[in-house]
């Protein structure tokens, strides 16, 4: 990805993704859904359930 940023965006529009498939009493709710990494393996963001949430929330 050109930038930190660029790819911050795809990893909250595929944890966003992710909401979609998640059922509620079915599957935990909690914790992260997307880590994103540098090409070395370190972590760099992860979006938890909460994040993605809100973020669908403000997203078209």
Same mark, same amino acid.
């Given at each position: 990805?050109?930038?930190?940023?660029?790819?911050?965006?795809?990893?909250?529009?595929?944890?966003? !993704?992710?909401?979609?498939? @998640?059922?509620?009493?079915? +599957?935990?709710?909690?914790?992260?859904?997307? *880590? &994103?990494? !540098?090409?070395?393996?370190? @972590?760099?963001?992860?979006? +938890?359930?909460?994040?993605?949430?809100?973020? *669908? &929330?403000?997203?078209?």
């Amino acid at each position: 990805m050109p930038s930190l940023e660029t790819a911050r965006e795809e990893a909250v529009r595929c944890a966003i !993704d992710l909401l979609v498939d @998640l059922q509620p009493g079915t +599957d935990d709710l909690s914790g992260w859904l997307v *880590r &994103l990494r !540098d090409e070395n393996g370190e @972590l760099l963001y992860a979006i +938890d359930v909460q994040e993605a949430k809100a973020a *669908r &929330l403000t997203r078209p």
